[in-house]
Structure formats: structure tokens, C-alpha cells
């Protein structure tokens, strides 16, 4: 099984940027649907970046309306690790920021339910000020 270790969270002011990293152990990331989700205090866990492997050479990108334009993905095979890169950031960004694992393929719709992932990391907190 794959342990998951995120990284890069930290303090920014509106309209400043932060990257995120998710650090693989254990398997490596190119047999698992790779995602990140957030959950801000009070509110569900938000599906908001996934990469899916669809063979060959290629990968299947989504993200949620509220980071699309904003928020880019990317998994590092050689250092098997997932980034997310945040521009833009706003208060309403600030959450605790998770990675996720599912070992099955993933669609445009299921890649966001929590229920699809298999392994998670402990989170990396995300603090956007005014």
C-alpha cells in the first residue's frame, strides 16, 4: 500500500501562491488515481484537483470550478510525488489540504466523492488572510 505525505502548506495573504507537495512511499503513484481535497472548518471534504493515469501518455486532468483557472496539478513520476500549485489564493481557500490515492480508474464523475479513495494523507494547512 502507498503512505502519502503532504507538504508546502503555510500562511499568504490574498492573491499570493503557495505549492503544495504530496510525497509517495511504499508503491509508486503511477498505479493510483492521485487527487487533493480540502475541507475548510464546519464544511465537507472538497474534491478541488485530480490526475488520472489513462494509459500510455496520458492523464486525465480535473478540477473543481472554485480552483479552475487558479490551482494547477501535477505528479512527478520520477520523484513519485503529486503538486499542487496555487495561485490567486483567497480567504475562502484557506482549508486543510489532503491528498488522496484510489486505487481503481476514476471518471469526470466520481473523482471527487471521498468515498472512491483508499489512502490519504494527514494534511497540510492552508491559511489565506485579507
Known amino acids: 500500500q502507498v503512505q502519502l505525505v503532504e507538504s508546502g502548506g503555510g500562511s499568504v495573504q490574498a492573491g499570493g501562491s503557495l505549492r503544495l507537495s504530496c510525497a509517495a512511499s511504499?508503491?509508486?503513484?503511477?498505479?493510483?488515481?492521485m487527487a487533493w481535497f480540502r475541507q475548510a472548518p464546519g464544511k465537507e471534504r472538497e474534491g478541488i484537483a485530480v490526475a488520472i493515469d489513462g494509459g500510455g501518455s496520458t492523464v486525465y486532468i480535473y478540477y473543481a470550478d472554485s480552483v479552475k483557472g487558479r490551482f494547477t496539478i501535477s505528479q512527478n513520476n520520477a520523484e513519485n510525488t503529486l503538486d499542487l500549485v496555487m495561485n490567486s489564493l483567497q480567504p475562502e481557500d484557506t482549508a486543510m489540504y489532503y491528498c488522496a490515492a484510489a486505487r481503481q480508474r476514476l471518471y469526470s464523475f466520481t473523482w471527487s466523492t471521498v468515498g472512491e479513495y483508499d489512502y490519504w494523507g494527514q494534511g497540510t494547512q492552508v491559511t489565506v488572510s485579507s
Open positions: 511504499g508503491d509508486t503513484l503511477r498505479r493510483y488515481s
